[in-house]
């Protein structure tokens, strides 16, 4: 399902761009972070570490890592240092941003359907469907209202939340190995991605130089 749920960012930043930033309501939150990426990807100008990093700044701009970091470590936020869960939310942003990278560079227009948000107070949810030519996946934003601006904080793709799937890996290990061992094991997560990563660059650049040659 962690695979599956890859999908999520790519929904939160692909449809048609708005022209001013608009946090007021979380539809127009979850739209206005969808076109400042949509407006740097078709931006040609830009090596792929330039758009990269727009994109990580959107991406940054538009979660609440500290109140997803909450919910992903549900009972273990409480017993954590404050040290301990400052580290871990600067990890967890990492990961996620390193984990999507690839899923976000290759988007290809799927269609993004805008259904319904549902507001109760300092939360909300924002539904929308992804569209392929195959199927459609619905997919749905949990939002927080911090000091009149909405962030999201968790997606649920299928009916199956990114937070539990993470809140229950995470628990394991910190079960097991404390939360050191945790923070270890996503520091690695973290490595292997960025070897990865520039693994694909390295090859595209070789791509590159032959294309050229």
């Known amino acids: ?6 999908v999520f960012l790519m929904v939160f930043m692909t449809s048609s761009s708005v022209l001013a930033a608009d946090f007021s309501t979380p539809m127009a939150r979850v739209k206005d972070s969808v076109g400042k990426v949509i407006s740097v990807l078709k931006d040609k100008s830009l090596d792929r570490e330039t758009s990269w990093q727009k994109i990580a700044a959107v991406i940054d701009d538009g979660f609440d890592f500290r109140s997803m970091s909450q919910s992903v470590l549900a009972t273990n936020w409480k017993k954590a240092s404050p040290e301990e869960r400052s580290r871990f939310t600067e990890f967890f942003s990492q990961y996620i941003e390193e984990t999507y990278r690839t899923r976000i560079e290759a988007y290809t227009d799927e269609e993004i359907i805008y259904k319904d948000e549902v507001i109760r107070g300092k939360r909300a949810i924002v539904e929308t469907v992804i569209k392929t030519s195959t199927t459609e996946i619905p997919v749905n934003y949990k939002l927080k209202n911090n000091d009149g601006e909405w962030y999201a904080y968790d997606v649920i793709v299928e009916g199956v939340s990114l937070v539990n799937n993470y809140r229950n890996t995470f628990a394991v290990i910190v079960k097991n190995e404390g939360m050191d061992g945790l923070l270890s094991d996503i520091q690695r997560r973290i490595d292997r991605n960025k070897a990865a990563q520039e693994e694909e660059d390295d090859e595209a650049d ?8």
């Open 206 to 213: 070789d791509m590159e130089e032959m294309t050229d040659s």
């Open 1 to 6: 399902m962690i695979v599956r749920s890859l």
